[in-house]
């Protein structure tokens, strides 16, 4: 047996994965335990619950290994600003203190902090590995895959160089076969117009792909014309002259605001329509470059299965029209796409190509539905609610599904907190708030009072994996909510002339389907499809939903409010629900009701604990 640790750090979105005798049994992102949002320090404290979970302490791990190459990537930095020397001087002196002091001697700093672990001792550690990044993000992508043989397209911002990688993976190896470098990256020209439209970098791309429903692409040709030029095969390259990343403090420059007539929106203030058809004119030439590559990949490696990693592959969106092009005859996206992802790619690299490990392929996948963190008892959730004096009842499994289906039917909001929390960016019905999709105001009271966010923010549907067909145009399992598909044509209503013709923000208040709460201005779906062998309570909730409702699915948003980390422990739970105007807390089998809790003092202050995403 072999036990190895996947880190990923020092970026953003840090993790750790622990994989013991291939099986991946543990992963979680720091920021659910330091609850700071993206948290890019060393993940001490996920590393400890990976740990602790399976009983392990540092001497029991063979090997650690990291997702990247710093040296590479320090190469690639020095590189870059000899070749724009002497733009960029500033930013050069920023950077260089960091590298110089820190992230140049990376391999000490790992040793020094893998000792603390184990007080101090440094005569004992296990091995140390790196891995490149997008060698990272094709293990994370194509080892937990159900296939065993696949095509794999990474794309990101930028590892050491590449932006975009393309691999073929067989049984327990992953070839590379061609990449394309930084600064010609497609994950920084859509960041590029996440923080043009005013929202944050490596954060707020998800807030671009939902506003551009609701705009016009007026400006796509702008962008093909101008900014990117993109080959019949799927390959680009960047002018260079509007963007400002690849030598400065910014993602843009005043070139980029000349030619979008005026400068960038300031964070919070009103989006208007020119944010919007921004939005929409960028998705739409990222959804051309992902099927023109996709193309090009079916043709060069002859596979029928795909396999997506890198933050890109988060666009999902994109991933529905990939879908829908029957390109690949089958898709599997990893859940944690985005670096915190590389912490199992990193450690399952290891396994494969270090110990030379064989693979065994898993239905559905090997990821256990992403639900791969902590999880807390019964016995210590009431030992919580009775330390903070709370008001609670606990019920069997009957009574609590029949209780809460009965609640949500009444349009309350319940925060649901149960089994294994998630590990990447989306709550799966672990970490969930939970809500009715057949009311016409849920979708503007779940973002303005509970999770204090914009009004245009979609929600996605949960529904139960048999009953896809029913709803959605969707004919394929959505277990990790990344992949987007209209809302059936017999379930939308009739709309009159006047509403359709509303423009931008006007659209909202429209419902568009007999499920308007999840319904999107363009009447797609964020869609997860529930499955009972992997969360079975989830699943018995929504049954039951349906048999009081005939409606088998549910609004699900993640378990937080908007700039905090999702939940992780009852105390973070409770925490948010008292802060929010939530109406039940369901924590395993105790049930809260907000009517019932003591009374706490009500302000705003603590919105100051969480730098708004």
Known sequence: MKNILGISAYYHDSAAALISNGRIVAAAQEERFSRKKHDPGFPAMALEYCLSSSNFTLNDIDTVIFYDKPLLKFERLLETYLAHSPRGFSSFLKAMPVWLKEKLYLKILLRNELSALQDGDKQNLPVLLFSEHHKSHAASAFYPSPFQKAAVICMDGVG?????????GEGNSL????????????GLLYSAFTYYCGFKVNS??????????YGEAR???????QLVDIKADGSFRLNMDYFDYATGLKMTNDEFDQLFSGPARKPESPVTQREMDLAASI???????????????????????????????????????????????????????GDAGGAIGSALTAWHEYYGMERKVKKPDAMQGSYLGPAYTNSE??????????????ENDDVLYETIAKLLAEEKIVGWFQGRMEFGPRALGGRSILGDPRSKKMQSVMNLKIKYRESFRPFAPSVLEENIGDYFELEKYSPYMLLVADVNEDRRLQMTEEEQNKFGIEKLNNPRSII????????????QSVSEATNPRYYQLIKQFDALTACPLLVNTSFNVRGEPLVCSPEDAYRCF??????????????????????????????NEFELD
């Open 160 to 168: 050491e160089w590449a932006t975009t990688s393309v691999w073929k």
């Open 175 to 186: 070839t590379p076969l061609w990449q394309i470098d930084f600064p010609h990256s497609l």
């Open 204 to 213: 707020g791309e998800y807030k671009l792909m939902g506003l551009a429903p």
């Open 219 to 225: 400006y796509r040709d702008t962008i093909m014309d």
């Open 283 to 337: 998705q739409s030439v990222t959804e051309d470059i992902v099927l023109a590559l996709a193309n090009t990949v079916r043709k060069e490696t002859a596979c029928e299965n795909l396999c997506l990693a890198g933050g890109v592959a988060l666009n999902c969106v994109a991933n529905g029209k990939l879908l829908q092009s029957n390109i690949f005859e089958e898709i599997w996206i990893q859940p944690a796409a």
């Open 381 to 394: 959730i009431k030992i919580f609610l009775d330390s903070v004096a709370a008001i609670f009842e606990e």
């Open 516 to 527: 308007p709460a999840v319904t999107h201005v363009d009447y797609s779906a964020r869609i």
């Open 578 to 607: 008292m802060r929010t105007e939530m109406d039940y807390l369901v924590l395993e089998n105790c049930i809260l009701s907000k009517d019932n809790q003591p009374e706490i003092a009500r302000d705003d202050k603590w919105k």
